[in-house]
């Protein structure tokens, strides 16, 4: 699959976050992706079955306070849709664990550049809208799935 990355697609502005923001946004996800990357690492060796809490990712995540683990799942997001494929269950696992978690504060920027990442993955990244979905219904406003989709153009 082909690399998904960057600010926007600029011929549609869907996505489209201004430079600053965007390079906050990576700076952020770049302080975690090394752990990120080193945990999803070990969880591919070990048991599939084992509880989320008792894997590499589970307690990267329990260490991490909510601007980390939003860090964190901005991350994995991006590393799964660029890579889409049977060798991502584990960062999707963790992806999907952080949807599941309410109150972290997801911030328009955020959830705006996730809707934009998961647009250019396309429809074959059948988790491509899991975490961002999750995020835009924590925004004031955004009740459902079409209004997210609005926020992100």
């Known amino acids: 699959m082909a690399s998904v990355t960057g600010r926007g697609d600029p011929r549609s502005g869907r996505g489209r976050l201004d430079d600053a923001?965007?390079?906050g946004l990576y700076d952020r996800m770049r302080v975690v992706a090394p752990a990120a990357f080193g945990?999803?690492?070990r969880d591919r060796a070990d048991d599939p079955a084992r509880p989320f809490a008792d894997t590499a990712c589970g307690r990267l995540a329990g260490s991490l306070?909510?601007?980390g683990l939003?860090?964190?799942g901005m991350w994995a997001h991006h590393w799964c849709m660029r890579f889409y494929d049977d060798d991502t269950r584990v960062g999707r696992r963790l992806v999907r664990e952080i949807a599941g978690r309410?109150?972290?504060g997801w911030t328009v920027d955020e959830v705006?550049?996730?809707l934009g990442e998961s647009e250019r993955a396309g429809p074959s990244a059948g988790d491509r809208l899991t975490l961002p979905l999750?995020?835009?219904s924590e925004l004031p406003g955004v009740a459902d799935g079409g209004?997210?989709?609005r926020l992100a153009g």
């Open 112 to 114: 705006r550049w996730m």
């Open 147 to 149: 209004a997210a989709w």
């Open 134 to 136: 999750a995020a835009a």
């Open 39 to 41: 945990a999803i690492e």
């Open 70 to 72: 939003r860090a964190l």
């Open 102 to 104: 309410r109150g972290l």
């Open 65 to 67: 306070d909510a601007a």
């Open 21 to 23: 923001a965007a390079q």
